[in-house]
């Protein structure tokens, strides 16, 4: 082959393409050409005819002889019609088509050779919704965050960012926006100042969403991992009434009444409720067991707007007449489930065959949004904490509650993110001294040590007693002054360490937990789930650590599950790759040969 330079090759294309330009130029020529002839051969067969119309000549040729060529005119056509030289069909009568359309300025700019008076008619129609659209684009494209915003410029996307950051989902037709600060919420003075006295600068995530939904005197389900929701609009409520009306009447019975599984849990609301309800005037008895039903009774006797208490305990007081409920209009089901689990569903149903069914909800539209909220004979607002809807808890709700609002912060039934889990595989005979290498790097107290039974509380208790580490023992043996004298210990600071069963694993919230140690595994998840939660609270940081033995391979599947979903926690090699933790128990590992 032949090498051809750069510049022979650029010659060469060059000269193709001229000849290229050259072939397309004379094919263009020829059909002008032809195009040319084709018009001077028409122009020539147009003849005028008697009346003056220009008529086409068509012409019949005959191989032979040209002269013989016949002429046909239009005449000798059956049809023929007269034309008049002023008739020009070339106008178009349709009045649609006729009266051209005017000239339309697009924009803000003017056309030009338009009537100005005009225009700005058409500008005055135009400028709403001009206006509408640049008011939507301000909001769609407005990047401030909500926080920066007041509360009537904040958007629809505002209020979905608003819940995402605080991990807030709902469910349900017709529930208001959750409110942003204490100020907002639309609470009367004084409750707004005793919430400041008490400490609570901002609402937590479960009350920035269910306080506007109790305000409504709706239903609600909700799952959270603290905070007083239900008592703010409870305490709301029975501000709203009149003075005549919220004068204490024993005959009447109170106004709302609290159910609670435990006698711990029922004593922290009514410690609660008391903080919040002294300062106005708004006074709360708990009914628990362990204690004399004498004087619960005399506590009673005397008038109460509130009463707090267990479902034991309660049908006791209801059956023997202490306890009226002839005008409650406000039940609270807290841990719900839990008292399920405990055998207590029988005794709530009957508690609430005691309230009252005049004052029911309709089950329509009118539950979702009630009007007569400040109202001494408004609808009956039933209000349940859950952490799980087994069946037993939808057919309770099914059957007291009328199309509820239902409010979840965080993951239902999936333990704190902020709670970092940590797992040590060990043998029973190892635990001891497991634990006391842990106490020995330092702790900050309060710390919270749950094991399975009572024996195993009393024993870890004689034997940290013996050294220096101060701890408190509390199980269900114990009566209720040593229940509560422990509790009083921890909470006051006297006492660094807690060591208990599952007694205090749900509802109970003592402040500051900085470690939990599971001791014995629980024998289900969702136990292990609420006592890690007992640490890592109110937006706090918490750390759980959990001894596993061979006993516990029941639970190794979930518990490697709920670890590798925790993104603080790690999960280690032995429970990982352990043969129970590959597949849940009670399943059928089938081996193929």
Not at 174 to 198: F, M, Y
Not at 291 to 316: A, Y
Not at 364 to 373: G, M, N, Q, R, V
Not at 512 to 531: A, K, P
Request: hydrophobic fraction near 35%; glycine fraction near 6%; charged fraction near 30%.
């Amino acid at each position: 082959p032949k090498f051809v330079t750069k510049q022979e090759r650029e010659a060469t294309a060059l000269q193709r393409r001229q000849d290229e330009v050259e072939v397309v130029r004379q094919r263009n020529e020829e059909l002008l050409k032809k195009h040319d002839t084709f018009g001077k051969e028409a122009q020539r067969t147009v003849v005028k005819d008697d009346q003056g119309r220009d008529r086409y000549r068509h012409e019949k040729v005959v191989h032979r002889d040209r002269s013989s060529s016949s002429i046909h005119r239009l005449n000798d056509r059956k049809f023929v019609f007269d034309w008049d030289d002023k008739e020009d069909t070339a106008v178009d009568y349709n009045p649609v088509y006729k009266e051209k359309h005017p000239i339309q300025s697009f924009g803000r700019g003017r056309a030009e050779d338009i009537d100005t008076d005009k225009q700005e008619e058409e500008d005055r129609v135009a400028s709403p919704l001009l206006s509408f659209r640049e008011k939507d684009e301000n909001n769609r494209y407005d990047e401030r965050h909500w926080s920066e915003k007041n509360l009537k410029e904040m958007t629809e996307r505002d209020w979905r960012i608003f819940k995402e950051d605080y991990d807030i989902t709902t469910k349900g037709g017709n529930i208001p926006h959750p409110i942003r600060s204490w100020n907002e919420a639309g609470l009367q003075q004084d409750i707004l100042d005793v919430i400041k006295t008490c400490g609570y600068k901002e609402p937590t995530p479960i009350q920035r969403q269910a306080i506007p939904i109790g305000l409504q005197n709706r239903d609600v389900i909700g799952i959270a991992e603290t905070g007083s929701a239900f008592l703010i609009p409870l305490l709301s409520w029975i501000r709203s009434l009149p003075a005549a009306d919220t004068s204490l009447d024993a005959d009447s019975g109170p106004y709302a009444l609290i159910l609670a599984p435990t006698r711990e849990l029922v004593q922290q609301i009514e410690k609660e409720a008391i903080k919040f309800g002294k300062p106005l005037n708004i006074t709360a008895v708990s009914i628990i067991g362990g204690v004399s039903r004498e004087g619960q009774g005399f506590k009673l006797n005397l008038g109460c707007q509130i009463v707090i208490g267990t479902p034991g305990r309660l049908i006791d007081v209801l059956e023997n007449r202490y306890l009226t409920l002839q005008q409650c209009t406000y039940v609270v089901m807290d841990e719900a489930d839990r008292m399920i689990d405990m055998g207590f569903e029988a005794d709530v149903k009957r508690i609430l065959e005691y309230v009252p069914v005049t004052n029911q909800k309709p089950d329509d539209e009118l539950a979702e949004y009630t009007k007569d909220f400040a109202s001494k004979h408004k609808y009956r607002q039933t209000v349940m904490f859950t952490a799980t809807m087994k069946p037993a808890i939808e057919r309770l709700a099914r059957t007291y509650l009328r199309r509820p609002a239902s409010v979840y912060v965080g993951s239902i039934g999936k333990p704190n993110e902020r709670v970092e889990q940590n797992i040590i595989m060990c043998s029973e005979n190892e635990k001891r001294s497991k634990l006391f290498e842990i106490l020995g790097r330092g702790i900050v107290p309060p710390i919270i040590i749950f094991v399975n039974h009572k024996k195993t509380v009393d024993e870890l208790a004689k034997v940290l007693d013996k050294t220096k580490y101060h701890s408190c023992a509390l199980h269900g043996g114990k009566n209720q002054q040593s229940r509560d004298f422990a509790l009083g210990q921890v909470e006051q600071g006297k006492k660094d360490i807690l060591i208990a069963t599952d007694v205090v694993g749900r509802g109970i919230d003592i402040q500051d937990v900085s470690l939990v140690i599971n001791y014995d595994m629980t024998w289900t998840i969702q136990d292990y789930t609420h006592r890690i939660g007992r640490t890592g609270r109110a937006g706090k940081l918490g750390k759980a650590i959990t001894f596993l033995t061979k006993q516990d391979s029941a639970i190794f599947s979930e518990l490697k599950e709920v670890i590798l979903q925790s993104p603080g926690s790690h999960c280690p090699r032995e429970l990982l790759n352990h043969p129970d933790a590959k597949h849940k128990s009670g399943s059928t590992v089938t081996q193929l040969n």
